[in-house]
Structure formats: C-alpha cells, structure tokens
C-alpha cells in the first residue's frame, strides 16, 4: 500500500512540474520597461530578474543586466544561460538585445536602475567583472554557479552597484 501511494504521488509531483508552457512559443518581446536606446542619449544600466522556466519558477528568477553608454543606440545584455553548454558555448552570453526581454514568457521585473551622469563609468566595471567570470563553462541549477551566480559575482566585483538580489535568486549566494 506504500508503495502505490508513494507512486501516485510522484505522478502527480511530477505532472504538477508541467507548466503547461512551451518554450519554443513562450514570448521574448520587450517588457516596455527600458528606455528606447533611440530617444534617451544618457548611460542606462539596469539589472533584471523574471521567474525561471518550468517548475523552478515556483521559487526562483533569472537575473541578468542590461546597459548602454551614452549615446549607445542599442543595449548589450549580460547574462549566464546553462543550456548554451549543450551547443559547446560558454555560460556567459554577451550580446546586443533586448533589454527587458520577456524571460521565456515571464515578464522581468527591475531590480536596479542607473541614469545618467556616472553611469559609463559602472557599465566599463559591469563590461570588465562579467569578461572576468571565473565559471564561464559551468552551470548547475543548484547550488551554483548560475545566472544568479553570475549577476551577483559582478555586484560584488563593482560594489558601487550595491546590488542586493531577492531571495529568490538561487545560487546569488555561491562561493560567498
């Protein structure tokens, strides 16, 4: 009898797991929240977080930052993908993109906002720390080393940020 119950009950761990969701179809258009590169000249540097996919997303986000130099028309988006080792790349992306993309159907959230006058100057130690990242070919889920991982890795690399990232971004806290 143990052994049926514990069997129905994975059953339905599992299928709850299942967000319903395909990720090939999941939205990555822009939030809205960033400003247009094309009509704001100053420096922007912002950090975002959204819900992990699947069923990490009950307790999790993906953090990333995103930044312009003054007079940049486009951002460069900073940030750790595990599943680029599944094609042989390293973790760390660094690309132009989309600022506030939709995190595979999840919408970011900000979680930090630079402006203007000093702004350069935190994007080149953002642009330096993020090159200097010490697990560009590792990822694990948890404990570590991962998206949060690396955004908080560059946080303590440029204090200045005085970036404190939620709870929720698991792995923030690996080799501390």
């Known amino acids: 009898m143990k052994k049926v119950v514990l069997i129905i009950m994975s059953l339905l761990f599992v299928t709850a797991c299942s967000s319903g969701k395909d990720w090939r179809t999941a939205s990555r258009k822009s939030a809205g929240i960033a400003p247009s590169p094309q009509a704001t000249n100053e420096a922007v540097l912002q950090v975002y977080g959204a819900t992990t996919w699947g069923w990490r997303g009950w307790f999790a986000i993906h953090t990333w930052f995103a930044a312009k130099h003054t007079g940049e028309a486009a951002y460069t988006v900073y940030e750790v993908i595990g599943w680029r080792l599944n094609s042989g790349l390293p973790v760390v992306r660094i690309e132009r993109d989309l600022p506030d993309r939709y995190w595979y159907g999840e919408r970011p959230r900000l979680l930090k906002d630079f ?3 000093g702004v350069d100057k935190l994007i080149t130690e953002v642009d330096k720390a993020a090159h200097a990242y010490p697990w560009p070919t590792a990822y694990r889920a948890f404990p570590g080393p991962n998206s949060n991982t690396f955004t908080a890795w560059v946080a303590r690399q440029v ?13 923030s ?3 501390d």
């Open 159 to 171: 204090p200045a940020l005085d970036l404190h990232l939620p709870f929720s971004a698991i792995g």
């Open 115 to 117: 402006r203007g006058a």
């Open 173 to 175: 806290g690996y080799a």
